[in-house]
C-alpha cells in the first residue's frame, strides 16, 4: 500500500510540473485525494459495504469536487490534473498511467444494466471538459481531445477529437483532414438568405434584359390579354386579405 502511494505521488510530480515538492502534491492535489478516497471506498464496496462506501465516495465528492463510483476500477499510477468536475462512473474501468484533466466525464448513456460505462486503457490520456460515454474501450496509449464527446470503441494509439468523436490521427500518421474551426460552421438561415438573395439578383437581371430587348423592339415589355388579365373583384378581396 504505501508503495502505491509512492507511485501516485511520484506520477503526479512526473505528468505535472507545477508540482515541485513532495509536500505540495500532498496539500495541493485534489485529484490524488480523491484517488485514495477510492481506494477505501472500493474495498468497503467490494466486502458488501456499499452504503458506507457511498457515503465515503460523496464525501470525497464534496472535499475534493471529484466524483468516482466506489465500484469502479482503477489501476496504479492514476492522475487527475486539477480535477474539478471529473465524473466516474460505476462499472467504469481504468488501466495504469492514466491521466484526466478536469471536467471529464466518464459515464453511461440511457438506464442499461450490467457493464455501462467505457473502459480506459493503459496510459489514455483524456482532455479538458471531454466525455467518453457508454460500454466503449479507448485502446492504450490513445489521447481523446478537450471538449469531445466519444461514443465508439477507439483502437490503440489513436487521438479523437470532436462531437461526436473522430479518430484523426492513428500510430502516428494523420487519418483524415479535418476542419476544426467550428467558429465557421454554416448558419442554415443566413444560407437560405443568401440563396434568395443570389435568386432574386438572378431574376432581376433577366427581367432587365427582357425589358431592354422589348423597348428595342417596339413591344410593350408585358404582353397581355386586358380583358383575361383584368383581376377580378374576387380577387382583389383576396389581395386585401393577404
Known sequence: MLQRARDDIRAVKERDPAATSTAAVLINYPGLHALWWHR??????????????????????????????????IGDRFFIDHGSGVVIGETAIIGNDVTLYQGVTLGGTGKETGK?????????VVGVGAAVLGNITIGRGSKVGGGAVVIDDVPPNCTVVG????????????????????????????????????????????????????????????????????????????????
Open 40 to 73: 477505501v471506498n472500493h474495498w468497503l464496496w467490494n466486502s458488501g459495504r456499499t452504503g458506507i462506501s457511498r457515503f465515503g465516495s460523496q464525501l470525497a465528492r464534496w472535499f475534493t469536487g471529484i466524483e468516482i463510483h466506489p465500484g469502479a476500477t
Open 116 to 124: 455501462r460505462h467505457p473502459t480506459l486503457e493503459d496510459c489514455v
Open 163 to 242: 462531437v461526436p468523436g473522430r479518430v484523426v490521427v492513428r500510430s502516428g500518421e494523420r487519418v483524415e483532414a479535418i476542419d476544426l474551426h467550428h467558429e465557421d460552421l454554416p448558419d442554415p438561415v443566413v444560407e437560405m438568405f443568401v440563396c434568395l438573395t443570389r435568386r432574386v439578383d438572378k431574376l432581376e437581371r433577366r427581367l432587365a434584359r427582357d425589358e431592354s430587348l422589348s423597348e428595342e423592339r417596339g413591344e410593350p415589355p408585358f404582353p397581355f390579354d386586358a380583358a383575361q388579365d383584368e383581376p377580378s373583384p374576387d380577387d382583389e378581396d383576396t389581395a386585401c386579405k393577404i
